[in-house]
């Protein structure tokens, strides 16, 4: 504490020093010592007098808060116990909202690593809950040739795929960027030039690449003579130009692209001229002087011409679903960025937990300092009897919470930490991306601001409560009971708060078993997924030859029961739909043509364990040129043909007629939250333009055991299929299920731990309080023993407080929880957010934890000794 | 917080400011001497109270005018030595300009039949 002490002025000594200089100079005058002391004392007067009217005009605010800090950690250091469990309290509050902060900061407030990123503005079609769409290439000529009040406007499309450099193949990110892009962002290279609109034509001279700084690291060592050097891209040879700076990594914070393209020599036929091909992300800067809602003016015009165009080119059925696309410019300086949908909403519904639980943490620690004025009520009512200030009182007290609130907000601090990289790191789970959580000073700030609000919540009534207690004895008792009430007051509202809580764990818990236990129509355990990439593209007539290698190697690895492949993973989160004309089956106007589609290898149902209700599998049999064949699943042969068999029905899309040769059973596709749609399949082989192997998804089912055994030795049977086959992932199924319900994991486990906490939390509540007032009522109950009360009505007398608490808190808890809920709505799965199950055990869980808490005050109130009861006092 | 720009509303305090700052220029000086110099300067006519110069002088010291050090005095035992600073010298040529001014003003006033 001498740092206390160093800034001190001291002023005592001053005028100490003033008092004995004048005594000296009387003595040297010939007075006698005496004589000079009287002298010099009426002269100068009361010397603390004095002290007091320097320190006025010197400000007492900083002096005084100094005193009252280091009379603040002297009364804690006294306590230990105390300021430790309010210290852990108060961080665990703390640092829970820190952390989920520094997520919210890190993925959704914090702008893109480019000059002016507030004047960043992101042209997007709306999706209905208002999400930013990817939009077509035309629109983004019209917009790049008409808007009047940006500065400068870029197009972007992305894709991951194999690059070439020096022979050496490898999979990275792309983004293929419009000529104007880095001059939009205004991004400055590190080395070498960036992209320019001279780049991005048709046919360029000589193709230029530019590499990101991260690629630069990781290939080249930061080799100067990377630039100069070739990168091949699908058949493609691009001379690499230059380095993006480390700082910024792409229009997206959810991606890092290794490579960047210019857009015209990537953009396909139909992506050019196709008004259906959603696939670019736009972004201009706004002009000086401009404002949002003008650019959004003219994107409204520009935009509604084109929705009309394609409608008109379109059937009239779908016209309507064309005329109601929607699309808008919105500020964007974080650019394109899907977190904030992906997890605005779950982030939300965290921070407002964890606000609770500091709320909880708080109020408990109210009571523990409560209980701590009314122990300390003698000490400040003689402060206030020799003249204290209420004010100056309270200040004081409040300083003591300061105090605990400035270290726990510290501990707070190394939590939120943690919590924010781990919380981090599963948002990110199986992205190639980095995104740091390192406390800025928006954290910091955040953290200080929710520090200060929880040492006045937690300080000031109990500060407030002590003061008022006065001098005169005769009123001490009306106090007690005053402060008795407001402690019982406080356990109700922890109760409620954790009502809340559990509230929230126990829809996210049953979400997530709901989840886990929906039929999914195929059994994933025992499955492994494994994708491939090529290291250079196929001739169209090796296709065939080396997918099918490929599969045979994997049926042939031993312990595998079987394996198969397919275009989209069912579960997986993609979801390929089709319109599609079924032989008798006439469309109602209104009526969607539209089913899910997939292409699938032989044994694919075996392999995945879907029944089969009629007809066989694709095999052998079904090859290119053998008649096109389908199997649809039970909810599409039961919607189209009803009772009559499916088997030898034909069905046509996209200009081909398919007869269905078996019915499989229903299974989830898209997600485990969606419900079943109308599905058909179609054999790999009859795809239009069979794909490259790399666009399956193969699967293995093993005979027995863990099926990621097979993924030491499957990087070599890939590669011994073909030369140029690489693995790229090889997860086991129920993995990649479990990464689909990612979200709903994140907050069932967090809504589980602070509905933990809140129990705890609250249990010590309940604890404190009735501890307290049996040790405070000793008296009373000895007294009733001894005029002859049962035990039992003694422990009814403790438990009878209680309900009437758990009571209170569950009903003021049940009502915000039900007025709340609505936000974690589109969370939850299968169930409401005033699901009366859920409350019911959230209400029993508090109960319950009341009790255990009560059962030990309650069990010391049943035992008291009459006779040590009535000495006591 | 009353200001020594507002000469008329505090023109004691704003005096004994000037004085205090005057005395300062000395070079560094502690509380007991800047009394004994005001008093032989004005000839025993200024009698300044410690009631008063002490928190004048932690007021300056608070504005910046003058800065203050624990140091060993004349005696030997340490004092809290007061310099001025450069805006306390500035203050002293605003609040001097002031003093003259108003007081040929007063003079001429009184001095007038």
């Known amino acids: 504490m001498k740092w206390l002490r160093r800034r001190d002025p001291r002023v005592r000594d001053e005028l100490r020093y003033h008092r004995d200089r004048m005594i000296e100079d009387y003595v040297a005058e010939g007075m006698d010592r005496g004589e000079a002391e009287r002298r010099a004392f009426l002269e100068f007067g009361n010397v603390a007098h004095l002290e007091e009217a320097v320190r006025d005009a010197r400000g007492r605010w900083w002096d005084d808060f100094r005193l009252d800090l280091r009379y603040a950690l002297r009364t804690l250091r006294r306590s230990p116990g105390f300021s430790l469990a309010a210290i852990l309290l108060l961080a665990l509050g703390i640092g829970a909202n820190a952390g989920i902060f520094s997520v919210i900061n890190a993925v959704m407030l914090r702008p893109l690593a480019v000059s002016e990123p507030e004047r960043l503005i992101l042209v997007s079609r709306l999706a209905p809950d208002d999400r930013p769409l990817a939009v077509p290439f035309p629109f983004f000529e019209r917009l790049r040739d008409t808007l009047q009040s940006v500065s400068g406007i870029t197009a972007i499309g992305t894709a991951q795929q194999t690059v070439v450099v020096e022979g050496e193949d490898e999979l990275v990110d792309t983004d293929h960027v419009s000529g104007s892009y880095f001059d939009v962002l205004g991004v400055r290279p590190v080395a070498g030039r960036l992209l320019s609109p001279a780049d991005d034509v048709v046919a360029p001279e000589a193709p230029a690449a530019v590499i990101s700084d991260g690629y630069w690291q990781r290939r080249f060592g930061r080799d100067p003579g990377a630039i100069g050097k070739a990168i091949q891209v699908r058949d493609r040879v691009f001379t690499i130009v230059g380095v993006t700076p480390p700082a910024f990594q792409s229009f997206r914070p959810d991606r890092t692209p290794a490579v960047m393209l210019p857009l015209q020599l990537m953009l396909r036929d139909d992506e050019r001229n196709g008004l259906g091909w959603n696939n670019f992300v736009v972004i201009a800067r706004l002009e000086p002087g401009a404002t949002v809602a003008q650019v959004n003016a003219e994107v409204q015009t520009l935009y509604g011409h084109l929705v009309q165009l394609q409608a008109e080119r379109e059937r009239e059925k779908d016209r309507p679903a064309i005329l109601r696309q929607r699309a808008a410019a919105t500020a964007a300086p974080d650019g394109f960025n899907p977190f904030r949908y992906d997890y605005g909403r779950s982030l939300i519904v965290l921070m407002g937990s964890v606000g609770l639980v500091l709320l ?296 081909v007629t398919y007869e269905i040769v078996g019915v499989a059973s229903d299974a989830k596709y898209q997600g485990l939250r969606d419900a079943i749609i109308k599905t058909m399949y179609i054999p790999w082989t009859q795809r239009a333009g069979d794909p490259q192997p790399s666009a399956f998804n193969y699967v293995i089912r093993s005979a027995a055991g863990d099926p990621r055994r097979f993924v030491p030795d499957l990087r070599r049977v890939v590669n011994g299929a073909d030369p140029a086959l690489r693995l790229r992932t090889a997860r086991s199924y129920d993995d990649v299920i479990d990464e689909s319900i990612r979200t709903e994991r994140i907050m069932a486990t967090l809504g589980g731990v602070f509905g933990l906490l809140a129990l705890i939390v609250a249990a010590i509540g309940i604890f404190g309080l009735l501890a307290f007032q049996v040790a405070r009522r000793t008296n009373e109950l000895g007294v009733r023993i001894a005029l002859g009360a049962g035990r039992a009505s003694l422990v009814g007398l403790v438990l009878r407080d209680v309900a009437i608490m758990v009571g209170g808190g569950v009903a003021v808890g049940s009502v915000v929880a039900a007025m709340t809920g609505g936000i974690a709505r589109s969370l939850l799965f299968d169930l409401t957010p005033t699901d009366p199950l859920v409350f019911a055990a959230a209400a029993g869980a508090l109960t319950l934890t009341a009790l255990v808490a009560a059962w030990l005050p309650a069990r010391r109130a049943a035992n008291i000794d009459p006779l040590v009861a009535l000495r006591h006092e | 917080m009353p200001t020594p720009e507002s000469p008329r509303s505090d023109l004691l305090q704003g005096t004994l400011d000037v004085l205090i700052l005057k005395v300062v220029t000395l070079g560094p000086i502690h509380g007991y001497a800047i009394a004994q110099r005001l008093q032989q300067i004005s000839r025993d006519v200024l009698q300044v109270q410690q009631g008063s110069l002490y928190p004048a002088l932690h007021r300056l010291e608070k504005r910046g005018w003058v800065r203050a050090e624990w140091a060993a005095s004349e005696t030997g035992r340490d004092a809290r030595f007061y310099t001025l600073t450069r805006e306390g010298r500035r203050q002293l040529e605003d609040q001097r300009a002031n003093w003259m001014r108003l007081s040929t003003a007063v003079t001429a006033v009184l001095n007038t039949e």
């Open chain 1, 360 to 655: 909880l943490a708080c109020v408990n620690l109210a009571g523990l300092l409560l209980a701590r004025a009314v122990a300390r009520q003698r000490e400040i009512a003689i402060r206030l009897a020799i003249g204290a200030g209420r004010g100056r009182l309270v200040r004081q007290l409040l300083t003591e919470s300061l105090v605990l609130a400035a270290i726990g907000g510290a501990g707070g601090l190394l939590i939120a930490g943690r919590l924010a990289a781990r919380l981090i790191s599963v948002i990110l789970s199986g992205r190639d991306v980095a995104i740091s959580v390192a406390p800025d000073w928006r954290v910091a700030a955040f953290t200080a601001a929710i520090a200060v609000a929880a040492c006045l919540v937690a300080g000031l009534v109990p500060a407030l409560t002590a003061v008022r207690s006065t001098v005169s004895p005769a009123l001490k008792t009306g106090s007690a009971r005053r402060s008795g009430r407001l402690g019982k007051a406080l356990v109700v509202a922890q109760l409620a708060i954790s009502m809340v809580l559990l509230v929230g764990a126990a829809l996210f818990i049953a979400t997530l078993v709901k989840l886990h236990a929906v039929d999914r129509g195929f059994d994933a355990g025992g499955v492994l997924v494994a994708t491939v990439r090529t290291a250079r593209p196929y001739s169209a007539a090796r296709i065939p030859l080396v997918k099918d290698a490929l599969l045979e190697r994997l049926k042939a690895v031993p312990g595998v029961q079987s394996a198969s492949a397919m275009q989209v993973l069912p579960v997986g989160g993609g979801l390929w739909a089709r319109d599609v004309q079924v032989e008798g089956y006439r469309f109602r106007d209104d009526e969607s043509e539209t089913v899910g589609f997939n292409a699938v290898a032989p044994a694919y149902f075996a392999t995945l364990g879907t029944p089969l209700l009629a007809g066989r599998e694709f095999d052998a049999r079904d090859t290119m040129a053998s008649p096109k064949v389908a199997i649809v699943n039970a909810r599409f042969a039961q919607y189209f043909f009803g009772a009559v068999p499916a088997i030898g029905r034909h069905i046509a899309s996209a200009g």
